[in-house]
């Protein structure tokens, strides 16, 4: 029964666009949704390390400022369903640096899906999980997740799901108050 039961969650999540991370990491005690973080509750700077679509490498250490990294994957219909709500609030943000992180996926088919989905900033290629799968305090479950990082690159939210304008513009408007 037992088997069943995982079973039978693994098939929700694949047919909702989902991906299960079997890194064994902490979970969400809510499970999807969003988690922010009090200034006195964020931990050391994250620095991720990446090669783009187009090759180049690309760290977080050469960005400034608040920063918003979503992990996107494009055979993830939630994705797709958030691409738009993410391109607009990158558009609304100019002061704000944004990084896509394409996990689990062929390079291939993150290049089709930029192509039918255009986007304003750069995408960190991440087949095998490697990068957000490095850092040990934050193991996603699923994706898309998304993370907001403060001025001084520290986690001050990871939303887990479709991303939704409105919260994602309070999450950046709080952070740029700071």
């Not at 960005?63 to 558009?91: F, H, K, M, R, Y």
């Amino acid at each position: 029964m037992r088997k069943l039961s995982g079973l039978l969650v693994a098939l929700v999540l694949i047919t909702s666009g989902c991906s299960l991370n079997l890194s064994g990491g902490p979970r969400n005690s809510t499970g999807a949704g969003t988690v922010r973080l009090a200034p006195s509750e964020r931990k050391l700077p994250l620095v991720l390390h990446g090669t783009t679509l187009d090759g180049l490498p690309l760290s977080t250490n050469r960005l400034d400022g608040i920063l918003v990294i979503n992990a996107w994957a494009s055979w993830c219909q939630t994705c797709a369903a958030e691409w738009p709500a993410l391109q607009d609030v990158a558009a609304s943000h100019l002061q704000i640096q944004f990084l896509g992180l394409n996990e689990s996926d062929t390079k291939a088919s993150a290049l089709k899906f930029l192509k039918d989905h255009p986007s304003r900033y750069e995408h960190i290629f991440d087949p095998h999980n490697e990068v957000l799968g490095s850092v040990p305090s934050l193991q996603s479950l699923a994706i898309p997740t998304t993370l907001v990082l403060d001025k001084k690159h520290r986690i001050a939210a990871r939303i887990m799901g479709q991303v939704k304008a409105d919260n994602l513009n309070t999450i950046l408007d709080d952070l740029s108050a700071e």
